[in-house]
């Protein structure tokens, strides 16, 4: 009987002890808040590259637009200079098009950045359509002008 009475003793304390719980609770809870916030960081990263590769696109295009003769390679400068804070290790490619309408001397310039995001933490793995390098961001941008036909 003493056995019996002895393990219900200990029993009974434990189910009383509350000394550790909070240590318990920090323990399990702890994990998902830091993944919580790394992840927060690599999702503002993505969105932070992501608008500076638009932005590099939208000012490629207005200077080529202001620049009705710009070159492909100056028009390719500009949204090189325009890609702040990014690796150029990392850029793809720049690709400007600029056909001219030879009936009303017309331009419509696209100028496409393609740039592969480098995550922290090994998220690409996870996501569809990505490949081990990184994900792949795009950004595009296009204008319209017309030439000043000089009057004869």
């Keep these: 009987m003493s056995a019996l009475r002895a393990i219900k003793r200990l029993f009974g304390r434990v189910r009383r002890e509350e000394g550790g719980a909070t240590a318990v609770e920090f323990a399990l809870t702890f994990p998902i808040y830091l993944g919580s916030v790394v992840l927060l960081a690599e999702v503002a990263r ?3 590259t992501q608008g500076v590769i638009i932005h590099a696109a939208e ?3 207005r200077y ?3 620049h009705y003769d710009a ?3 100056q028009v390719q400068t500009k949204a090189r200079d325009n890609l702040l804070g990014l690796d150029p290790e990392n850029l793809i490619a720049i690709i400007v ?3 001219v309408d030879p009936e009303d001397q017309t331009k419509l310039v696209t100028v496409e950045v393609e740039y592969t995001y480098t ?3 090994p998220i690409n793995q996870l996501l569809p359509g990505t490949d081990s390098d990184g994900i792949r961001l795009r950004g595009e941008s296009k204008g319209f002008i017309t030439e000043e036909i000089p009057k004869t």
């Design 46 to 48: 993505i969105a932070y």
């Design 59 to 61: 000012e490629a295009t």
């Design 64 to 66: 080529a637009l202001v």
């Design 71 to 73: 070159t492909v390679d």
């Design 97 to 99: 098009t600029a056909p």
């Design 119 to 121: 995550p922290i933490l």
